[in-house]
């Protein structure tokens, strides 16, 4: 009987969270003749026409590769001050550390909409307006924090005895670290880099606030497909849902193992 009941909880969790997405999948594959058809509940046939009008017609393939252009800024300048600071919050003990911490989460706490006059004035008078670097600046800016804690955590679960070891036999401490802490810690800042990705692929009103020209593929969808009939606002969703969904299922053991450590 409790096996039962295990069993009908796993189904009811999974249709609640697989229903939606698979609904929003197969209306974005349904023909227009289908779509508005009410005496049909599954469609005739499928067709990717929706996500090739939306990606080819209405420009979805430029923003796609500034989506892309922005994440990789945003994770390469997120990783060059993240990794040092939460590799410091790990293996050093100064004053103050869980203030520290705390300020970091703190930042996360302001809604960007709070602070989003002050910040185009600011990209106006320093030129980064509507440009991809600013954009991936300001996603950097959102996701170092995330950063800092992941990586803290990801070097809290390498025992310091192995540096140690090394120092003993000749490495500086730098070159303890290059060669014993970062091979041993990359599954983890794999990890937290897709998880950067990921983050950074679905923001959208940074995106839509400080660029015009340049919007990354939420922004750009925000703007033109939520003007556009039912069925590529689902196409729309397919397209943002898809990528995610295939780094989460990548990243999903390492991204367990992540969360447990830092719940250390």
Known sequence: MKRFFYILAF???????????????????????????????????LTFEHIYKLLVNLGGWRALLTSVQVAGIAIG????????????????????????????????????????????????RLNLADTVLGVGLAHAAMVLPFVVLIT???????????????????????GAFIRITMP???????ASAIFAFIMSWNEVFAASVLAITNRTLPAHILSTAM?????????AGTIMAVPALVFIFIIRKYLISMWGISLK
Request: net charge positive; proline share 6%.
């Open 184 to 190: 041993l810690a990359l599954p983890g800042l794999a």
């Open 11 to 45: 189904t009811a969790v999974s249709l609640w969270f697989l229903g939606p997405l698979f609904f929003i999948f197969l209306a974005s594959l349904t023909p227009a003749s289908d779509f508005y058809d009410w005496t049909r509940i599954l469609p005739t046939k």
């Open 227 to 235: 003007a556009s009939p039912d069925y590529f606002k689902f196409a």
């Open 77 to 124: 300048i997120s990783f060059a001050f993240g990794i040092p600071a939460g590799y410091a919050l790990t293996r050093y003990r100064f004053r103050g550390k869980n203030m520290v911490k705390l300020v970091m989460l703190f930042t996360r706490s302001v809604p960007l909409v709070v602070i989003a006059v002050s910040l185009v004035t600011l990209y106006l």
């Open 152 to 174: 803290s955590s990801v070097f809290s679960g390498i025992f310091v005895e192995y540096e140690e070891a090394g120092m003993v036999f000749g490495l500086s401490r730098f």
